[in-house]
């Protein structure tokens, strides 16, 4: 049988639509948080507080982002999700202790 390359590019689409429909919000943060890990250590540093902007910047660097990254963290906002989701990973990590917080947007590796 030979498809159309159309018809496996609909079918690839289908399928990962109905995949993301499928997955909940923890599963999506998971992905992020594997993704973005990486790229937060390689922006920090055990000597001197990296403040949040630079961490964004060293993530902004190193991270593919999909279209919806880019979307609104909530409504009547213009920060993006994919810094949210930073965020979040940071402060998992610094409940885990493998980041420290200066409670003043800075962060550091223990």
């Known amino acids: 049988m030979i498809l159309s390359l159309a018809l496996v590019v609909d079918a690839i689409t289908d399928t990962r639509e109905d995949y993301l429909a499928s997955i909940s919000s923890t599963e999506v943060e998971m992905k992020h948080s594997a993704q973005l890990w990486p790229a937060i250590l390689k922006s920090l540093n055990r000597r001197s507080w990296t403040p949040l902007s630079a961490i964004y910047a060293g993530v902004a660097k190193r991270v593919v982002f999909d279209p919806d990254d880019f979307t609104p963290e909530a409504p009547h906002s213009t920060i993006p999700k994919w810094k949210r989701n930073v965020r979040n990973v940071l402060q998992r990590r610094k409940a885990l202790g493998h ?12």
């Open 99 to 110: 980041v420290d917080w200066d409670r003043a947007a800075s962060y550091k590796l223990p």
